[in-house]
């Protein structure tokens, strides 16, 4: 139901300890649809909590445990990332890691965070939200309209926490609301906050970058990445039991249908050309067998958006082969022409496949648009020599095949725990 109309007719007090200012013209305005939590205007004037209070880090340990269910019931894997990233054992891990500062300074919360997620990473809000809340920051957060069944579940399990008397403290410091294009609402919404958080393509950076900020809030966006993996081909033979990297490599690829910016849709092949063809040969049909024996559901709308997709990569002469497949289309493509084919790539199940002979020739690989490098096969002592030979390599992520789109406090380069909080600088002087 809609938030009550309410307007502010004073100057609204400032936080102690916050950078927010409260906007005093601020009013409700009529076309926001409340999710979950207080109004913005009131969320907003809140004290900040300690980082890593104890109320946030229970709330989490909570959420965690609400989708982690005991009894063993199947629960979908992008829920259970979330789940299992928030459990206490890996916020205590956190919360040493950044408490105190390893430097002696102290790090404090900034006030309030507006938080514009994607739509098409359901569970991505939650990651952002949960960093802000262990920060000590109040957070307003606007969902797309187009709630898929994934993000309804999961804001059903917050709205039962958040309604719990024991999580008071962290429901009058979150506001989830949903509204369409208005930029008006987003420039109120700006204005309450210390920190603006956009994670969408780079229209909806340039787009939400025009609306104002306060003087002293800072934005933070992650515009349009993609990412490769790369396979070991003299490896891949060597082994007696494919399975694990067909589960990898495949968790990968299908999670959030290729839309997230840490999903693979470049495929590099390191090794002798006959390594590769030979390990191509062994991979794809087990692969093919597994991915079909999975449950799945395609979208008209999706498989109309693929075919088109296909249809401009294969006019432009740099695909030497497709090998359609019903879950996995692979296009074989000349040396370095896959940097300019993912222009065209729309996910859904595309795979360009690069041969390449040697990592540095990854080096030469147009940046920065590459976040992550998922690997597999290729020796850690090798992958360490080539980024210190490389003085600016051409990605943010290196990680092992699998664990693409694990959710990490680094991310994009930045510490986002670091970004959703200002460092104190402290210098005592002798006694």
Avoid at 311 to 316: E, F, R, V, W
Avoid at 332 to 341: D, E, K, R
């Amino acid at each position: 139901m809609p938030i009550e109309d309410q307007r502010l007719g004073a100057r609204a007090a400032r936080p102690q300890g916050s950078t927010t200012v409260v906007n005093p013209a601020y009013s409700q305005p009529d076309n926001i649809r409340h999710l979950l939590g207080r109004p913005p205007e009131e969320v907003a004037r809140q004290r900040p909590l300690p980082l890593f209070s104890a109320e946030a880090m229970g709330f989490l340990g909570a959420l965690s445990k609400a989708l982690l269910p005991s009894d063993g019931s199947r629960v979908p894997p992008e829920l259970a990332a979330l789940g299992f990233w928030l459990r206490p054992a890996a916020l205590g891990k956190l919360q040493a890691q950044y408490c105190p500062d390893a430097t002696g300074q102290l790090l404090r919360p900034v006030g309030c965070v507006f938080h514009l997620p994607p739509a098409n990473v359901p569970t991505l809000f939650a990651y952002g939200w949960a960093l802000s809340l262990l920060a000590g920051n109040a957070n307003i957060i606007r969902l797309s309209s187009r709630q898929n069944p994934l993000t309804k579940s999961l804001l059903a399990q917050i709205g039962r926490l958040l309604a719990a008397p024991e999580h008071s403290a962290i429901r009058q410091r979150s506001c989830l609301l949903s509204y369409g294009h208005d930029e008006q609402i987003s420039e109120q919404l700006s204005a309450l906050c210390a920190r603006r958080l956009i994670w969408g393509g780079d229209a909806t950076v340039r787009h939400i970058r025009r609306i104002p900020l306060p003087p002293l809030a800072q934005e933070i966006v992650f515009p349009d990445r993609h990412s490769c993996s790369l396979i070991q081909a003299d490896a891949l033979l060597r082994q007696d039991y494919l399975a694990p990297l067909i589960q990898a490599l495949y968790r990968d690829i299908f999670a959030f249908q290729q839309q997230a910016c840490s999903s693979p849709r470049v495929l590099f092949w390191l090794g002798k050309d006959a390594d590769i063809q030979a390990a191509r040969a062994r991979l794809w049909p087990e692969f093919d067998a597994f991915a079909e024996a999975q449950p799945h559901t395609t979208e008209r709308s999706d498989a109309m958006e693929k075919l088109i997709c296909l249809q401009q990569m294969a006019l432009g002469g740099m695909v030497r082969r497709i090998e359609p497949g019903s879950r996995l289309t692979r296009l074989q493509v000349h040396p370095a022409a896959s940097a300019q084919l993912l222009a065209y790539h729309c996910g859904h199940g595309i795979l360009l496949e690069e041969p390449i002979c040697q990592l540095q020739q990854l080096s030469d690989y147009p940046g920065p648009r590459m976040q992550t490098l998922s690997t597999w096969g290729c020796p850690a002592q090798t992958l360490h020599d080539w980024l210190q030979q490389d003085p600016m390599p051409p990605l943010d992520r290196l990680v092992p095949l699998g664990q693409a789109l694990r959710f990490d406090t680094i991310w994009d380069g930045l510490d986002l725990l670091r970004q959703l909080t200002r460092t104190l600088y402290r210098e005592c002087s002798p006694s």
